[in-house]
């Protein structure tokens, strides 16, 4: 390797990786958080069959599941303003992923819902627990045991799908890559090197899926 | 203290309960006998409102509802008063044995963490279960699971509990166990309503029998008169083929 290059993939390594923390991490991190309270709603109007909420449910996950994201993003920061509503790239980033997530996610958790034995619903309802008590306290908690390795999986991609952000003009990695590109005309190194941040962050993150899923493990086996 | 009248389901087109009556006085330990389909189970899901029926009334401590048009509260409040063993157990598989009995104590009737936590603790001991407090459903074999279910049963001081064939999961040994503990609960004037299939049981322990065929009651009476006089011939017959009647010529 030249020097330059060593030179050159050093120096881009810590400008590259600083906007992934500032800009990747919290926009995974708040656009994901968000994206489970949507799912989790989604997916409970759905289970419990609330007329009305449920079909829009329904709607809201068949429209953002059957389109691009990046059509998403482009509708949102580049076709709102024609209709007086500017949002700035990073929420507009966020407002995006958690939506496009959320539906996604939904039916992750929707279908670990189900998967719960009605009888855990029934006994806690017998116990004298409200609906809501035994949803949150009983089938809730084990579903979401259930859900957590296809959840980790999304997770897992939205750190990576983060990227398309650069195309509204989000400063994050990608972006920060395509600026050296530009600057030094090594696109093979530097994209080589951002994959390699991005595989360092996605490999984090399955290590903290495999601690959550022992922590979350107590009661792992199921009976028969 | 509990009556049901003209109770009705379906599902679908399927007509499960064709119009039960069925009464409960306190203390009593009824037993519903009948062959599988004839809605016993149901009748029993329809009485702790986890089936909605299609109609009929309850009573309920001087309290009448219209059955299939009882306000959630007040399905809530009932709730509170009454108790389900299931077939299969369904402890909360997310809650040691312990938190099994608490949960409800705590949550639903809010009752403080420690008071529940000493009264859950002798229900447990009750059932022979206090040393597997801390254990999770998983580890426990279903005759234990199925203790720690009546422990939980117990622990809320319910006026009457239903048991829906709770020992029809188990094999002998294990049912024998479970059995017991219900035949100590009855000594001690629980009010219970048992469906089950073990007939020595239903001799032996309780003091009044419905029989059910086909969505309705066949026959019903004190526990003595059922099994040593029943009046109708579908009872004899259904007595006679599980044993519990000897064959007697003379009614061929």
Redesign the interface.
């Given at each position: 390797m030249s020097e330059r290059l060593f030179a050159i993939l050093t120096d881009s390594f810590w400008k590259i990786l600083l906007p992934g923390l500032t800009v990747t991490i919290p926009l995974t991190a708040i656009a994901f958080s968000l994206a489970m309270v949507i799912a989790v709603a989604a997916a409970l109007v759905q289970f419990a069959n609330v007329r009305g909420l449920r079909q829009l449910a329904r709607f809201y996950i068949w429209v953002f599941r059957g389109t691009p994201l990046l059509v998403q993003l482009f509708v949102v920061f580049y076709g709102l303003p024609n209709m007086g509503v500017l949002i700035d790239p990073f929420p507009a980033a966020v407002l995006v992923f958690s939506l496009n997530e959320g539906a996604y996610c939904a039916e992750t958790v929707r279908s670990a819902l189900e998967s719960v034995?009605a009888?855990?619903l029934?006994?806690?309802?017998?116990?004298?627990?409200?609906w809501p008590?035994a949803m949150g306290?009983?089938v809730l908690?084990?579903a979401m045991?259930t859900a957590f390795p296809p959840l980790s999986n999304s997770l897992i991609a939205m750190v990576k799908d983060t990227s398309l952000a650069a195309n509204i003009t989000v400063a994050e990695m990608f972006m920060a890559t395509q600026r050296i590109v530009a600057r030094t005309y090594e696109p093979l190194a530097l994209y080589i090197e951002v994959g390699l941040i991005y595989l360092l962050f996605s490999t984090a993150l399955t290590w903290l899926q495999r601690w959550g899923e022992k922590k979350l493990g107590?009661?792992?086996?199921?009976?028969a | 203290m509990l009556e049901v009248r003209d109770v009705r389901k379906a599902f679908g087109q399927r007509e499960v309960l064709k119009g039960v009556d069925l009464q409960v006085e306190r203390g009593d330990v009824a037993v519903i006998l009948g062959p599988s389909g004839s809605g016993k189970t149901t009748l029993l899901r329809c009485m702790n409102f986890l089936e909605t029926a299609g109609g009929g009334t309850m009573t309920f401590d001087g309290e009448r509802f219209q059955l299939g048009r009882v306000p959630k509260r007040d399905i809530l409040r009932l709730r509170k008063k009454t108790a389900f063993v299931f077939q299969s157990y369904n402890l909360f598989r997310n809650r040691t044995a312990l938190q099994n009995v608490t949960e409800g104590l705590i949550v639903g009737l809010k009752i403080p963490r420690d008071q529940a936590e000493r009264t859950a603790l002798q229900a447990l001991e009750k059932v022979g279960m206090a040393p597997w407090r801390s254990y999770y459903p998983h580890q426990l074999s279903g005759g234990q699971q199925q203790r720690v279910a009546i422990a939980r049963a117990i622990a809320a001081d319910p006026e009457i509990i239903f048991f829906d064939e709770p020992t029809s999961a188990l094999d002998p040994e294990l049912t024998a166990e479970v059995l017991s503990v219900m035949r100590r609960l009855a000594e001690e004037g629980m009010t219970m309503l048992v469906v089950t299939h073990e007939m020595g049981f239903a001799r032996s322990v309780s003091s009044r029998v419905v029989f059910m065929e086909d969505g309705r009651v066949v026959e019903s009476g004190s526990s003595r008169d059922i099994f040593e006089n029943p009046r109708q011939e579908r009872t004899r017959a259904f007595l006679r083929l599980t044993g519990s009647l000897p064959d007697n010529p003379s009614s061929k």
């Open positions: 034995p009888g855990q029934e006994a806690a309802c017998c116990v004298g627990l409200s008590q306290r009983i908690p084990q045991r107590a009661y792992e086996r199921q009976e | -």
